[in-house]
T-cell receptor
């Protein structure tokens, strides 16, 4: 159980376009979803936390107008990278935590999305 | 603030040898502790977790970890490493707001 999927797994886009990444919890209700960014050979950097039906909470230094997060249902969160530029190229990973996991920090991770902006 | 330190960036072990990956945390209360593994280009897979109780925790793929409060450590061990264990390993501590704070990761290389 506790499977999280991400789509697409890879995306290549031109500079200036917007890209949407979907994160779905397949077999549980994710009250909270997290979006991370990972640069090569580095650890995960938390970008934002989203709770179903409310606005996302962004970490310091993350541009909320550039990285739009929507968590419209208990099984789906989306990250939209607006007006993408080459420096936005990275590996984006989502994770989900449900009501059963609240307080512990336990999260289940998606497989990641490799974004390349040309 | 919570923090996690993984002092070894790279570790190389021979196949069949034992493995220990170090993790030290800084956290004011009883921590929730996790070990994740990441293969190249993949997401993170949970190996094991510690919430309370027995300080020696068994995980998947033959891994175990021991919580030592006095040393603020949660080291990951495996008695006999397989070539398929080569990956990057992340230690993490549960933080406020259900967040996770990750260490920098340790890359494990397995030589035959």
């Amino acid at each position: 159980g506790a499977v999280v999927s991400q789509h697409p797994s890879r995306v290549i886009c031109k500079s200036g376009t917007s890209v949407k990444i979907e994160c779905r919890s397949l077999d549980f209700q994710a009250t909270t979803m997290f979006w991370y960014r990972q640069f090569p050979k580095q650890s995960l950097m938390l970008m934002a936390t989203s709770n179903e039906g409310s606005k996302a909470t962004y970490e310091q230094g993350v541009e909320k107008d550039k990285f739009l997060i929507n968590h419209a249902s208990l099984t789906l969160s989306t990250l939209t990278v607006t007006s993408a530029h080459p420096e936005d190229s990275s590996f984006y990973i989502c994770s989900a935590g449900g009501a059963d996991f609240s307080g512990s920090g336990e999260q289940f991770f998606g497989p990641g999305t490799r974004l390349t902006v040309l | 603030a919570q923090s996690v330190t993984q002092p070894d960036i790279h570790i190389t072990v021979s196949e069949g040898a034992s493995l220990e990956l170090r993790c030290n945390y800084s956290y004011g209360a009883t921590p929730y502790l996790f070990w994740y593994v990441q293969s190249p280009g993949q997401g993170l897979q949970l190996l094991l977790k510690y919430f309370s109780g027995d300080t020696l925790v068994q995980g998947i793929k033959g891994f175990e970890a021991e919580f030592k409060r006095s040393q603020s450590s949660f080291n990951l061990r495996k008695p006999s490493v397989h070539w398929s264990d080569a990956a990057e390993y992340f230690c993490a501590v549960g933080s406020y707001g259900n967040k996770l704070v990750f260490g920098a990761g340790t890359i494990l290389r397995v030589k035959s």
